[in-house]
């Protein structure tokens, strides 16, 4: 099968995650592609434009990361899923959307800040920055239950979401609110910080596919 995305030796991505917890890397043959460039042959797979893509061997695409995610912990050969069943699969789902939220306003943050100033949408942006925030707070007042629990499809998604927002930091790029200039979601979310740090020693955060010459996604 086929991974068609956009790899960042600086993000930690959870598609690369779970295919690493379930011992299925080597199968995959990877694929880069900037959605946003104009070479993209991302439409030729997903008709959403968006990555991640997953070419399963019988040529159907999946797309959508969570549903990527899935399929690759579906295949696991370690016998040990990241998709906890029973009470436990709402909290772990839960949690992937607010990292899957938090990724998704930071980018669409940074996508708007793309155009020239004076035609940015200053409220839409303000609005994600919001989002962005928001996430953050929820996730630093339960950061103290995710030591307890195995880890789980949730980590990935806000690990994801984390470094994806280390790397970038729109809010710092755009300065829109006071104190923005030197924004980092560190200050005041020690709980949340700790637990990052922490999570990012597992093996399958460390993994990262690096391909030359990437800045963008
Ligand atoms: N949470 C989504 C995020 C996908 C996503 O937004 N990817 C961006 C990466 S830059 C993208 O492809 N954007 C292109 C677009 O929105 O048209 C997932 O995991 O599928």
Not at 125 to 131: F, I, N, P, Q, S
Request: aromatic letters at 10%; hydrophobic letters at 40%; glycine letters at 8%.
């Amino acid at each position: 099968m086929k991974l068609v995305f956009t790899p960042n030796p600086k993000y930690v991505h959870k598609v690369l995650v779970v295919a690493h917890e379930a011992g299925v890397l080597d199968k995959i043959e990877f694929v880069r592609s900037v959605p946003f460039d104009a070479d993209t042959k991302i439409w030729e797979y997903n008709p959403l434009g968006k990555v991640p893509c997953l070419i399963l061997n019988s040529g159907e695409a999946l797309f959508g990361g969570l549903v990527i995610c899935e399929y690759l912990d579906s295949l696991s050969k370690t016998g040990r899923s990241v998709f906890p069943k029973g009470a436990a699969r709402w909290k772990a789902l839960r949690q992937a959307m607010l990292g899957e939220g938090m990724f998704d306003a930071t980018t669409n943050m940074r996508v708007e800040g793309w155009r020239p100033a004076a035609e940015r949408h200053a409220d839409y942006m303000l609005r994600e920055r919001r989002k962005v925030i928001n996430a953050l707070d929820a996730m630093n007042r339960e950061a103290s239950q995710f030591e307890k629990a195995r880890f789980h499809i949730g980590h990935a998604c806000m690990a994801g979401a984390l470094s994806y927002l280390e790397l970038r930091n729109p809010i710092q790029e755009h300065d829109m609110e006071p104190g923005d200039k030197t924004f980092d979601w560190r200050k005041g979310r020690s709980r949340l910080a700790r637990w990052y740090d922490k999570v990012l020693q597992r093996p399958s955060l460390q993994y990262r596919y690096a391909h030359p010459g990437d800045t963008r996604g």
